[in-house]
């Protein structure tokens, strides 16, 4: 108890001692380097180290994807690590049906991920309301990056669901 007095009777000394000596603030501090900000992803190999039983896009052209080493055509479906065949060809075909598995998934993937094909769209008002009321949020992007994202987040091993339109797909 004698010991904790002292400290408290001690603080405001302290506090006094360290407003003084508080160093001048700096204008133009230096940013770190992208180098040295990013030396972590310089050790992680996305490509090629990834489990066995985790889903992995490794690359897409106009009419399809390659995931785990297999070629797919058309539209695809991911929920964590289950991959099915989808059948919206286009971005305007996406409906609350089309994504209707949302009703009945567990567990609830925290994020769903549009793949819009090669430019991202507005997703339709009822689609949207219908994802967040199932529990999830949504982000629209174009199938690249949307399958680039989909494997960061399922490598970090969240909970997370794709829904890719071919690159080449129009609307």
């Known amino acids: 108890m004698a010991v904790r007095q002292k400290a408290v009777a001690a ?6 001692a360290l407003r003084k000596e508080a160093a001048p603030p700096r204008h133009h501090t230096a940013l770190p380097s992208l180098r040295r900000a990013f030396s972590l992803y310089d050790q992680i190999n996305l490509i090629d180290n990834f489990p066995d039983d985790q889903l992995r896009f490794q690359g897409f052209d106009n009419t399809g994807f390659k995931v785990n080493g297999v070629r797919y055509e058309g539209s695809l479906l991911c929920v964590g690590n289950l991959l ?7 971005f305007s075909e996406i409906t609350v049906e ?18 819009c094909g090669r430019d ?9 309301s219908f994802i967040r009321s ?4 949504i982000e629209a992007v174009d199938s690249r ?7 960061i987040l399922n490598e970090e ?9 071919p690159y080449g797909a129009t609307s």
């Open 157 to 165: 091993g969240r909970i997370v669901a794709a829904a890719l339109i």
């Open 134 to 137: 199932a529990g999830m949020k």
């Open 120 to 128: 991202i769209q507005p997703v339709k008002p009822e689609v949207r």
């Open 11 to 16: 603080l405001p000394t302290l506090m006094r």
């Open 98 to 115: 089309s994504l209707s598995i949302f009703k009945t998934v567990r567990p609830i993937p925290e994020i769903l991920i549009i793949g």
């Open 84 to 90: 099915m065949s989808w059948t919206p060809k286009t």
């Open 145 to 151: 990056n949307a399958a680039s994202t989909y494997n």
